[in-house]
């Protein structure tokens, strides 16, 4: 769903099949605009980043955002997970 920050239903179901199966990160993508948190799920067992946004498209900030996810992956099987907001590079560029 283009420009929602938010799960639909559906996509909260298929998180928590996700989780049931052992997952611990659910990232995703597509709506060109960022996630404004990492959401806990499990009791914070699983991180789930709903979408990074935009990296580079060519719209405008105030329709779109993005972000980076620094993820690592620890030897003992735990991570950590941050949510970086990136700036409009089309905006940058153009200026």
Known sequence: REYKTEPSPREEMLADQMRLR??????GGHPHV???????LA??????????????FDQSAERS????????VFAQGTIFVRLI??????EMGRK
């Open 22 to 27: 052992g997952v611990t990160a659910i990232v």
């Open 34 to 40: 960022s996630s404004e948190a990492i959401v806990p």
């Open 43 to 56: 009791g914070g067992d699983v991180a789930e980043v709903y979408s990074l946004g935009n990296f580079l």
């Open 65 to 72: 955002s993005g972000s980076m996810l620094e993820l690592r």
């Open 85 to 90: 907001p990136l700036p409009n590079y089309f």
